[in-house]
């Protein structure tokens, strides 16, 4: 049994310093951010052998499940904190799309994926949409076709359904491959975000976001329970639908409101737990960058400002910060042990 003076590690709360005479006692801070000990659930499966088979995308939705306890749900019992997998490109899904849509086969190598949270509004989204294909024609993106993702609305909670985007999906051609397409679609990406974010645009803040904008992965996500992922998006149960892998994630928000972006994983990860210094974490970087630079970008490094906002979850700006890493040339594993360094007190090595 937890007493109010523990913790969910059993450990004795810290009361604060008494001021004294010589002393001023430290800013304990927000009680929403410094008591708040509830975590999401994520987790991480995949085929030792690297085969792609849409009964490992099947399973984890089916693992998805198992976390519900883990996530927050809203009064209506079916609007959820969020949930979402990350998974491969679906390379023979999107291929029967664009044989449908009379275009040329995918040469996939050179193809990137952007999975886009539009407007409800129409004139919004049409808005979006040109200054998304705007910045990609200026970017040397070949845009291949725009698809309307398949969803069940109806499963939909009514917060949920009341805030729902449109989703839909953009296909781009490149004449670049492998880590050099990735930083040409991230440099693309933050382009679009400044500019839709200006105030020259129509179009509501935080209205249009890429869950990803990839040439590997994608990200199917959104304010739903577990069991309604793959119920509300029909691509997951389409047995073309292949991955070899997939990260799967249940949100339970503390220190932001469920938002459809904000649901997991992110971009690059699914984050479970609280980031106790966010803070001075998002201080810190917005401190560093001034002093951002790196030879993949030249002088377009200021394209890459903000690389963090104070409005978003932790989890969102952990993911911002290890994409700008990952694509100045780190591997994701040094990255990681960047952001999140090894504990070396009391370390016996």
């Given amino acids: ?95 029967q799309w664009a044989t449908s849509a009379e275009i040329s086969p995918l040469q996939t190598s050179r193809v990137g994926v952007g999975m886009i949270f539009l407007p409800q509004k129409l004139e ?28 069940r609305s109806e499963m939909l909670g009514l917060q949920a359904r009341e805030n729902q985007p449109q989703i839909e999906q953009l296909l781009v051609q490149s004449d670049r491959q492998g880590d050099e397409l990735e930083r040409q679609l991230y440099l693309a990406r933050k382009r679009i975000h400044g500019l839709i974010n200006s105030s020259a645009s129509n179009v509501g803040k ?19 329970r577990s069991a309604v992922l793959g119920e509300f998006y029909a691509d997951l149960q389409n047995p073309a639908y292949k991955s070899a892998f997939a990260v799967y994630h249940r949100r339970f ?27 001075g974490n998002v201080n810190w970087m917005v401190a560093r960058q001034a002093d951002i630079a790196h030879a993949h970008w030249g002088d377009r490094v200021s394209v890459l400002k903000p690389t963090v906002n104070a409005d978003n979850s932790d989890s ?30 009391i370390s016996l090595t």
């Fill in 124 to 151: 919004e989204s049409a808005t979006a949409k040109q200054i998304i294909e705007q910045v990609l024609a200026e970017e040397a993106l070949t845009i291949l076709g725009w698809r309307v993702v398949p969803v």
């Fill in 316 to 345: 969102a700006n952990l993911d911002n910060v290890l994409e700008l890493l990952v694509r100045s040339g780190r591997s994701p594993m040094e990255a990681l042990m960047i952001m999140v360094p090894e504990a070396y007190k």
């Fill in 253 to 279: 928000s503390t220190n932001t409101l469920p938002k459809w972006h904000l649901a997991q994983p992110m971009r690059l990860v699914g984050h479970n737990g609280e980031i106790n210094t966010l803070l």
């Fill in 206 to 224: 935080e209205e249009c976001y890429f869950c990803s904008f990839s040439g590997r992965t994608i990200v199917y996500k959104g304010m739903v």
């Fill in 1 to 95: 049994m937890i007493t109010a003076s523990e913790n969910l590690d059993n450990q004795p709360i810290q009361e604060p310093a008494t001021p004294t005479e010589n002393h001023q006692a430290t800013y304990p801070g927000q009680r929403w951010l410094v008591e708040e000990r509830d975590a999401c659930g994520v987790g991480f499966i995949a085929d030792q052998q690297g085969r792609e088979s849409n009964d490992l995308v099947i399973k984890a939705l089916s693992a998805l499940t198992c976390l519900e306890h883990r996530g927050g749900c809203s009064a209506d019992q079916d609007s959820g904190d969020g949930a979402g997998v990350l998974t491969a490109i679906p390379w023979e899904l999107l291929q």
